[in-house]
T-cell receptor, first 110, second 115 residues
Framework: DAKTTQPPSMDCAEGRAANLPCNHSTISGNEYVYWYRQIHSQGPQYIIH???NNETNEMASLIITEDRKSSTLILPHATLRDTAVYYC???????????FGKGTMLLVSP | EAGVAQSPRYKIIEKRQSVAFWCNPISGHATLYWYQQILGQGPKLLIQFQNNGVVDDSQLPKDRFSAERLKGVDSTLKIQPAKLEDSAVYLC?????????????FGDGTRLSIL
């Protein structure tokens, strides 16, 4: 699987949009971009995934650049409960293993 | 729907002792995973089951770790004997089936401390 690069930490004010970047410059054509998050003392939680089109669900939006070398996870109105480590993972289609990096620690403050 | 259930939530043992963790996946999920998460790092896959067969155990330290999934539902992960470096959170996850971009759903893990 392609390697991803994320900033180690980010801050966001409550109520504002949180934009979490991820670089995956070696991504292959059949590899999807997945986002998970892990709140303290809990297991990772699936957020969203996409191949090349932008995706939106009730939790977040995923914006993938046209060349697919980077993506951004957007939490439109961050709350204190969104404080967590966010993992960006590239995963080949038809292959189920997830390879986690260190992720981005997002701190949402009042 | 009920999530992935794991027990115990916490376990403290001395080195060289043995320990076992239990996982009950989401009903109907054919694929089950065990991950190890050391403090400050992301989870690392130990073993993957498809029903009751092993798909990938390449990262499992087989001299001390073992896992089974009898009847293709519940699973247990065992460490015998434990070493200090085994202190970690052990996470179980499940998904509908291998591949086809099915997301994995995780339990809250068992935190193991080795004294």
């Amino acid at each position: 699987d392609a390697k991803t690069t994320q900033p180690p930490s980010m801050d966001c004010a409550e109520g504002r949009a949180a934009n979490l970047p991820c670089n995956h410059s070696t991504i292959s054509g059949n590899e999807y971009v997945y986002w998970y998050r892990q709140i303290h003392s809990q297991g990772p939680q699936y957020i969203i995934h996409g191949l090349k089109n932008n995706e939106t669900n009730e939790m977040a939006s995923l914006i993938i650049t046209e060349d697919r070398k980077s993506s951004t996870l957007i939490l439109p109105h961050a709350t204190l409960r969104d404080t967590a480590v966010y993992y960006c993972i590239v995963r080949a289609s038809g292959y189920s293993t997830l390879t986690f990096g260190k992720g981005t620690m997002l701190l949402v403050s009042p | 729907e009920a999530g992935v259930a794991q027990s115990p939530r916490y376990k403290i043992i001395e080195k060289r002792q043995s320990v076992a963790f239990w996982c009950n996946p989401i009903s109907g999920h054919a694929t089950l995973y065990w991950y190890q998460q050391i403090l400050g790092q992301g989870p690392k896959l130990l073993i993957q089951f498809q029903n009751n067969g092993v798909v990938d155990d390449s990262q499992l330290p087989k001299d001390r770790f073992s896992a089974e999934r009898l009847k293709g539902v519940d699973s247990t992960l065992k460490i015998q004997p434990a070493k200090l470096e085994d202190s970690a959170v052990y996470l179980c996850a499940s998904s509908l089936e291998t591949g086809f971009n099915q997301p994995q759903h995780f339990g809250d893990g068992t935190r193991l401390s080795i004294l």
